[in-house]
């Protein structure tokens, strides 16, 4: 389901240009407003629709299974920390989904990698990636498993 | 320069008559150029069928009390123009500078121009004139150069033009040459004088004249596209989007779904808007 623009709510500020991963997000020449240059390269990621601070993007189901009125609707918000999507089923049925975005306020885990001293030269040559030992806690009682940790897998999907 | 009525003099070598002729020919331009684009585009079609949808798909009657309140609430959003400043403070700035700084200089020109030209203008009207004009030039060049979405998220040089900048560039430049002239006819050098003022003439007729292929109308529907969204959201229609969170609401704090937002601060600051999309 490819996303495009509603022109009447676009006001041209560029985030869904900045953050399209397939770069199809444009300013049209004629108004200046954005839109989907190439939907059929849309990986369907949402990036826009979530970035668009006026709501002006929307997703256009495919006719031949999304057809006559369905609705598929995002609201992400920063502030709260929550994305709230409304689906509207062309039976009339309606769903409402909320989850959180972020558990922390925005940029108060940002790792200082600046302040994180690089690899040495014997590091460098050898076989394990930078920091590999410490951030897969190898040098912390060998290799987590789920055995090492009293656990077992159990069969089917549980929440 | 700044308490001179541009107007005044120019009146003494073409017939003031002339001159409000134009103003009213440019006034004529904008209201069927506009009149124009609503019936070519069918906007006024589209909006109507977008109240009509939102009408349809309301959760509950807006009284007349709320549709009032609405609409000044449109109204100050629009005079504050608060939605640009969604997404950056700049460019509300910009738009306010060339907002205001147009209709100070429109006004001006038109009074000055049917009003005083052959008497004392009041200093004031002058200056509202001048100050108008470098408010709009001020406006404009910064939206130009630096605020531009093509320039700024796209990474576009800011000389390459499209129609889409025929308004912001035919109405920087009308406002800038409009001070040159003023200026120009200052130092008495006549071949500067009727050089700008043709560069005047020639950007302002492009500004006015173009409204159907240019942004010009944008001054007329989104007003009426800002209202159509707020009463949507009075309504409950919301264009179908979620409805509000409101994490204080136990009912919503409690659900399984925001379990790791219980203890979580209830305003976590800005994400993706802390830095500008210019990452091109």
């Known amino acids: ?46 990036s826009c629709v979530k970035a668009c601070p006026q709501n002006a993007i929307d997703v256009r189901g495919y006719a031949d ?17 929550t994305i709230a999507w409304s689906v509207k089923y062309r039976d009339g049925r309606e769903k409402s989904f909320l989850s959180p975005i972020t558990t922390k306020p925005w940029g108060s885990c940002t790792p200082n990698l600046k302040e994180v001293v690089g690899p040495t030269q014997e590091q460098r040559d050898g076989e394990l990636l930078f920091n590999e030992p410490k951030y897969i806690r190898f040098d912390d009682g060998g290799l987590h498993t789920l055995e090492s940790n009293g656990l077992t897998l159990k069969q089917g999907v549980y929440y | 320069m700044y308490n001179i009525n541009p107007f005044v003099e120019l009146s003494a070598s073409i017939d003031s008559t002339i001159i ?19 019936v070519h585009k069918r906007s006024a079609k589209y909006f109507f069928n977008n109240w009509q949808k939102s009408k349809a798909n309301a959760k509950h009657q807006v009284s007349g009390g709320k549709k009032a309140s609405v609409a000044i609430q449109t ?44 008497s004392a203008t009041p200093v004031i009207l ?41 308004f912001v560039v035919s109405l920087t430049l009308s406002t800038t040459f ?33 409204v159907p292929w240019s942004k010009f109308s944008h001054m007329f529907f989104k007003p009426a ?52 999309p210019s990452h091109y």
């Open chain 1, 1 to 46: 389901m490819p996303t495009f623009v509603y022109m009447t709510r676009c006001d041209g500020c560029g985030h869904c240009v900045d953050i399209c991963p397939s770069d199809i997000m444009h300013i049209d020449k004629t108004n200046r407003r954005a839109y989907n240059i190439e939907p059929t390269h849309c990986w369907e990621c949402f």
């Open chain 2, 20 to 38: 409000q002729t134009y103003i009213i020919v440019m006034a004529l331009l904008v209201a069927g150029g506009t009149l124009f684009d609503i």
């Open chain 2, 126 to 166: 002058a200056n509202l004139w001048h100050l108008g004009a470098l408010m709009v030039s001020v406006g404009g060049f910064w939206f130009w150069f630096f605020i531009r979405v093509d320039v700024s998220s796209e990474g576009n040089s800011p000389f390459r033009l499209v129609r889409a900048d025929l």
């Open chain 1, 65 to 81: 299974f999304s057809p006559l009125g369905h609705s598929v609707r995002v609201d992400r918000d920063e502030d709260k920390g």
């Open chain 2, 178 to 210: 409009a001070l040159v002239w003023a200026y120009a006819q200052t130092t008495g050098n006549a071949t500067w004088e009727i050089l700008f003022l043709g560069l005047y003439i020639l950007t302002t007729t492009v500004l006015f004249g173009s």
């Open chain 2, 75 to 118: 109204a100050i959003d629009g005079l504050t123009s608060a939605e640009l400043g969604d997404c950056s403070t700049r460019r509300q700035l910009a738009h306010l500078l060339t907002m205001y700084g147009f209709i100070a200089y429109v006004a001006a020109t038109a009074i000055m121009a049917f009003g005083y030209t052959d």
């Open chain 2, 225 to 276: 596209a800002a209202l159509e969204k707020k009463m949507s959201e009075a309504s409950g229609a919301r264009n179908n989007l979620p409805e509000p969170v409101d994490r204080t609401n136990p009912a919503v704090r409690d659900s399984h779904s925001m379990e790791l937002l219980k203890d979580a601060p209830l305003s976590m600051g800005l994400g993706i808007k802390r830095e500008k």
